[in-house]
């Protein structure tokens, strides 16, 4: 399946929410031809009726995807509207989190290819990453293809098996709320040290995000940028003293929260 195949036969998005307008975002400014696109949302934002796209118009009869990013909650609402397309040629890519590839096959039809993806929030701005894997009917060509699109909004990694998604749900699917508290927290304890509280927030913010770019960007191990910026005996130290220790710093802290997360998640998937 290719992106010409998508704009000669359509594609449908349900649900358009923070996570479908971001990826809709990205293939539209990726060139994507607004008309190829259905979308079923019950509430369409102001933004997406403005992008020229099909809201609410009904299905194409044999799109080449359909992408599925509605709320878990909302799913046995919203999905019996895609079974017409179901056990055919049309894609379903699930962005849906904790529903297994199973209650899609036993919703869509058992032939049905569908590839289940986890993106996360920073996708919103195009920085996201997201894990897939697909069933027994989702080829690799399709795979490719949702790969594809998903890369309008950040990286794309493949997983081995769908067993690996809770984890990955506990690690980057959560995990940008985990950064967010972190820059919470950050900032409070500046106030405490006697911060203006602006003025820490935007240090805490600026720190946590350039520290990231660094990460990602820097030929080092995380491990060792660490060991780069860290003096003996200096103030570095003293605070990984408390942050790396093994009974109460972040090593079984965060060991404790994406358990938390994972089993969380492997409970939604039954």
Same mark, same amino acid.
């Given at each position: ?62 799109? $080449?995807?359909?992408? !599925? #990013? ?5 799913? *046995?609402?919203?999905? =019996?509207?895609?079974? %017409?397309?179901? +056990? ?8 849906? $989190?904790?529903?297994? !590839? #199973? ?5 869509? *039809?058992?032939?049905? =290819?569908?590839?289940? %993806?986890?993106? +996360? ?150």
């Amino acid at each position: 399946m290719s992106l010409e195949q998508i704009e000669t036969r359509g594609m449908v998005l349900l649900g358009c929410g923070k996570m479908g307008s971001a990826m809709l975002a990205g293939w539209l400014s990726g060139g994507l031809a607004p008309d190829a696109v259905w979308v079923l949302d019950p509430h369409p934002s102001d933004w997406l009726l403005a992008t020229g796209v099909h809201v609410n118009a009904g299905l194409p009869d044999d799109p $080449a995807l359909a992408l !599925i #990013a509605v709320k878990p909650q909302m799913m *046995g609402e919203a999905l =019996p509207s895609m079974q %017409a397309l179901g +056990n055919g040629s049309t894609v379903f890519l699930s962005v849906a $989190a904790g529903t297994s !590839i #199973a209650s899609f096959e036993t919703a869509l *039809g058992a032939q049905s =290819p569908i590839i289940r %993806a986890m993106p +996360n929030t920073p996708a919103a701005v195009g920085r996201g990453i997201t894990a897939i894997v697909g069933n027994n009917h989702a080829t690799g060509a399709q795979l490719d293809m949702a790969e594809t699109l998903l890369n309008a909004v950040g990286q794309v990694v493949r997983l081995d098996d769908e067993n690996q998604m809770d984890a990955v749900t506990g690690v980057s699917g959560s995990g940008p709320a985990y950064v967010f508290h972190l820059i919470e927290t950050l900032a409070a304890a500046g106030v405490a040290e006697g911060l203006p509280a602006d003025l820490a927030m935007r240090l805490a913010k600026a720190t946590v995000g350039g520290a990231g770019q660094l990460a990602e960007d820097a030929d080092e191990t995380p491990s060792q940028l660490r060991v780069n910026v860290t003096s003996p005996n200096g103030t570095t130290q003293a605070a990984l003293e408390v942050l790396m220790d093994e009974g109460n710093g972040f090593p079984p802290l965060l060991r404790r929260a994406v358990k938390a997360a994972t089993d969380r998640s492997k409970e939604l998937s039954k």
